[in-house]
């Protein structure tokens, strides 16, 4: 079969990832677009063909254009794109845009006629299919509430000049991870009531130095259908769900290969039993990378622990773009669903900082 030529615009941090995924899927990068001197370099170093426009790299005519430029440039590129071929395939990190722009990136899309995808790389995990399954196939189990964390620490990420997310707080590293993976298992997963909203400040271990609302957040709310939904994420490394399986200390700040992903979908079936299916994503600390697991309790009993299961989310989810691109698949992630993360995130940030100025009244 023919290779899917790519061509990769953005040269960062995320980059590289895509160029080794993107590769074990047969996909040849034809070209590097970034504007940034320093990183065209390194890219030219590193082999490939380098553009400063994606005006200059749309002679390549590429399969598709894969998007990993910083999210406040996504919009722009995306507008380029579309100008240069209406027929694109377009493939974009998450998440899609800045709340700010979602009517501008309507408008631009209103007659594009090609595809457009967007990396929630979760949406294509094994560990999430797996516990649909058993859930919703197997258990029939009526889903009553649904927790999920995602916890690490960025202290260091931070010293060392990673981008601060002042629009989402704490939300805006892993929030969209943990929505999407909700929206997954739950049709009606969009906020009815905000229970609780509660974010923290990142305070470093080294300096004492503070982060405004960069250190943890803790969303409660109810679906419309009334299925309790929790959402929480750490960025100071702090777990807060620990079920009886694979669960891990609190990260330290100078561990940085330590993440915590677990999510946990609680309901009844029709004998009204009470079950927790719940999932581990990678990485667990006794298994190799991309291997996750999965466990059932029966009222609060632990009755099967399926580990490990091989889960490459990033790599699944690519692979599902490009059967997308070729015609023989869904799209695996739509902008509509996409914005929808984007404008949630941007609910909760936002009543999170009203409820704070409320308390400072
Ligand atoms: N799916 C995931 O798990 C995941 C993980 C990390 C990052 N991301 C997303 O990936 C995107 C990139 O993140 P990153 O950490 O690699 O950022 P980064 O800042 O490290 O890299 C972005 C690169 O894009 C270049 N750039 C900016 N504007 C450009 C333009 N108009 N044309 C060409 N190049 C341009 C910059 O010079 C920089 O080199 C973000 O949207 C982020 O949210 C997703």
Known sequence: MPKNKCIRVGYGTVAPIHERKMRECNVETVAIVEVDEQKRLQAQLEGFTVFSSCQEAAKLNPTFWDICVSTNQHLNVI????DLASQANIFIEKPICLFSEIPALRRTLLNFEGKITV?????SSTIKNLMQTIAFNELQIHPEKIIVEFTKNRELDFARGRFIDQELGALGYEGSHMLTLVSEMLEDYVPGRILENKFSDLIFKSSEQLLENQGSAYVRYKSLSQVEIELYTSLA???KYKPPLFCIED???DDLNSKYRFIAVYGRDCHNDKYCVGGFFEPINSFKRCQGAVYVTLNNKVERIIAPIKDDTMLQHFQQT?????GVAENPYSVEKSIKIVEILHSFAN???????LHLV
């Open 79 to 82: 507008q380029s794109i579309v």
């Open 119 to 123: 990396n929630e790389n979760y949406a």
């Open 237 to 239: 490394g702090t777990i």
């Open 251 to 253: 990260i330290r700040y």
């Open 322 to 326: 490009l059967n997308y691109f070729q």
């Open 351 to 357: 009543e999170m900082r009203s409820s704070k100025s």
